[in-house]
T-cell receptor, first 109, second 114 residues
């Protein structure tokens, strides 16, 4: 069945560092791909999405490109801030929604 | 606009006791989801409703779990009797349309079974 595998955490970075969180997927058909974020004490919220191959989703300085050839949807940000500290979930929407295990990011000042 | 509201936020019970969780989705959202989130894991779907109809409950352990969505708005998820392994966060989410992947989540209900 469909599945998502994402980079294990936790990830700790200094402010203004470059961020990459890897995500790969297995799916039949052509799913849409998502990154959700969960800030401390809050519910999961959609960060960005891409609905077809080569699409780039972006929001709040984060980007991810739907790569069909490598079945990947890696999350990147050029300069992280303390306020980006959260748990990030990669997800796909095929026959149903599948979430990765989450990657905890801590950004230190 | 009000988000998805869940209650209670926290619940501690002894094993074999019943427990119920309530969810009020975003107004106008016809699709409602209940997810289970274990510590360090991503959400796993328990059940999905389209209006009043449960269209995907294949992952709901029906021997002890039940859910309902009367009038196609609020929903309750019940566990009876609870087991130690049920300790987890129960998430409710809603979406305007099914299969868009754009879900709006509540803050979750954290259950501890002693």
């Amino acid at each position: 069945g469909d599945s998502v595998t994402q980079m294990e955490g936790p990830v700790t970075l200094s402010e203004e560092a470059f961020l990459t969180i890897n995500c790969t997927y297995t799916a039949t058909g052509y799913p849409s791909l998502f990154w959700y974020v969960q800030y401390p004490g809050e519910g999961l919220q959609l960060l960005l999405k891409a609905t077809k191959a080569d699409d780039k989703g972006s929001n709040k300085g984060f980007e991810a490109t739907y790569r069909k050839e490598t079945t990947s949807f890696h999350l990147e940000k050029g300069s992280v801030q303390v306020s980006d500290s959260a748990v990030y979930f990669c997800a796909l929407s095929g026959n149903d929604m599948r979430f990765g295990a989450g990657t905890r990011l801590t950004v230190k000042p | 606009e009000a988000g998805v509201v869940q209650s209670p936020r926290y619940k501690i019970i002894e094993k074999k006791q019943p427990v119920a969780f309530w969810c009020n989705p975003i107004s106008g959202h016809n699709t409602l989801y209940w997810y289970l989130q274990n510590l360090g894991q991503g959400p796993e779907l328990l059940i999905r409703y389209e209006n009043e109809e449960a269209v995907d409950d294949s992952q709901l352990p029906k021997d002890r779990f039940s859910a309902e969505r009367l009038k196609g708005v609020d929903s309750t998820l019940k566990i009876q009797p609870a087991e130690l392994g049920d300790s987890a966060v129960y998430l409710c989410a809603s979406s305007l349309e099914a299969n868009t992947g754009e879900l709006f989540f509540g803050e979750g209900s954290r259950l501890t079974v002693l």
